[in-house]
């Protein structure tokens, strides 16, 4: 079974920083694709920033320019770092992973979401 834990979510005003992390653990063989989704209230889920195995990045454009994904692979971890905040950005950001697991000796694939972490920027 594999869990994924956020923390780093919190209250700031606008212009500010803040910096996600989620990390897995379980039984992994490898990952693939990682990436931070947000929903607000009254709206659908949204992709923030992806990144590949490899590295290569995509960002939503609301933010480009303002966040910042990373991965170290070594601990499973995957990182959003957030600048120059502003009140639109007030969600519930999820972590998302694909992967690579034992499950009872057998080789499964999952696609696998974070609690969701809240963020909220004051104007």
């Known amino acids: 079974q594999v869990q994924l834990v956020e923390s780093g979510g919190g209250l700031v005003q606008t212009g500010g920083s803040l910096r996600l992390s989620c990390a897995a653990s379980g039984r992994i063989i490898s990952i693939n694709g990682m990436g931070w989704y947000r929903q607000a209230p009254g709206k659908q889920r949204e992709l923030v920033a992806s990144i590949t195995s490899a590295g290569s990045t995509n960002y939503g454009d609301s933010v480009k320019g303002r966040f910042t994904i990373s991965r170290d692979n070594s601990k499973n971890t995957v990182y959003l770092q957030m600048n120059s905040l502003l009140p639109d950005d007030t969600a519930v950001y999820y972590c998302?992973?694909?992967?690579?697991?034992?499950?009872?000796?057998?080789?499964?694939?999952?696609?696998?979401w974070g609690p969701g972490t809240q963020v909220t920027v004051s104007s």
């Open positions: 998302n992973v694909d992967l690579l697991f034992y499950n009872r000796g057998y080789r499964s694939r999952d696609n696998c």
